[in-house]
């Protein structure tokens, strides 16, 4: 009668040994390769944001009073109000133009479709405050703007349309409009065709084939895109201050006068990490509804 032999324990340990510490070398080696690019991201992200925070506590010991006037003195509220404000009309405004924009590349013919995104990807080979000096000039009380709706008898006089909340948001739009159109193109390029036509065949108008159809599955793009330019606007600092002449102030600009006029680094990094807070919230909400990888971008 046989015996029925059972495999010692420590036999196969010694089997699975090799795979393990194979599995460890693999580990230390992606380590060792993935090492200099943690040591940047520290050094460029964590280290300033930590000392961001850190400071915003700071005056001569700790304190809140940092925070204390964010939150009680008019002219702070005034400035995260009319920041807030300024984004939400250029997001709208961008959305609006973008769009249409987007739409019609998804539906032109690939030649066609190529050109206009193109045209689109263009002004990120130019510098924003060079875009925004060209804004300048050109809706300056004589520049071709004003110079060419006098010509044709829309006004009398010149418009003003520069130092002030008008000229910061159709600069900004005009930049960030590109934010808007590709987030909506990456979207709107993977609806399936076949969604469309088997609406048709249905007896649906065009209309009612955008409506119920299309313009559903492109919501994710929306709120992408939206999402991006509304962030991106918080922040803006160039052109604000170009095109708003010192009267139309906002958050990024607040930083700046801080540091240039009163050399508070501490009121400066409380407005910072108050925007960076909204910022963080914001990307939360979002990504609640639309996944983050899409908001930044990844495929």
């Known amino acids: 009668m046989s015996t029925l032999t ?31 690019a943690l040591a940047v991201v520290t050094l460029l992200l964590v280290v300033p944001l930590g000392w961001l925070f850190i400071q915003s506590f700071y005056s001569d010991g700790f304190t809140l009073e940092h925070y204390a006037r964010i939150f009680t003195e008019g002219i702070y509220w005034k400035t995260f109000a009319l920041t807030f404000k300024i984004s939400i ?11 249409p924009v987007a739409y019609a590349i998804t539906r032109l013919p690939r030649r066609w479709s190529m050109i206009v995104l193109a045209v689109v990807i263009v002004p990120f080979w130019t510098s924003i405050l060079v875009r ?49 159109v ?32 299309f313009f559903p599955m492109s919501m994710s793009g929306v709120i992408a895109g939206s999402t991006l330019v509304f962030v991106l606007c918080l ?13 139309t102030v906002m958050a990024s600009m607040l930083v700046s006068r801080n540091i240039q006029l009163y050399s508070d680094w501490g009121a400066a990094s409380a407005v910072s990490v108050v925007l960076l807070v909204c910022v963080v919230l914001i990307f939360n909400i979002v990504s609640r509804f ?3 990888e899409k908001i930044l971008g990844s495929k």
């Open 6 to 36: 059972i495999p010692s324990t420590e036999s196969t340990t010694a089997a699975v040994d090799p795979s393990v510490k194979l599995l460890k070398r693999e580990q230390r080696t992606m380590l060792m390769l993935l090492s200099p």
């Open 89 to 99: 009309i250029v997001t709208i405004a961008a959305l609006l133009l973008g769009y």
């Open 132 to 180: 925004a000096y060209a804004w300048l000039v050109l809706l300056q009380r004589s520049g071709v703007v004003n110079d060419s709706l006098m010509a044709i008898g829309l006004t009398d006089k010149p418009l003003s349309l520069v130092h002030n909340e008008l000229g910061t948001i159709i600069a900004t739009v005009h930049i960030l409009l590109p934010f808007m």
């Open 182 to 213: 590709l987030p909506l193109y990456s979207t709107m390029q993977k609806i399936p065709k076949d969604l469309l036509m088997a609406g048709s065949s249905l007896g649906a108008s065009p209309f009612m084939v955008f409506w119920r159809v």
């Open 235 to 247: 922040g803006f600092y160039i052109t604000p201050e170009l095109m708003g002449g010192g009267r």
């Open 290 to 292: 639309v996944p983050l």
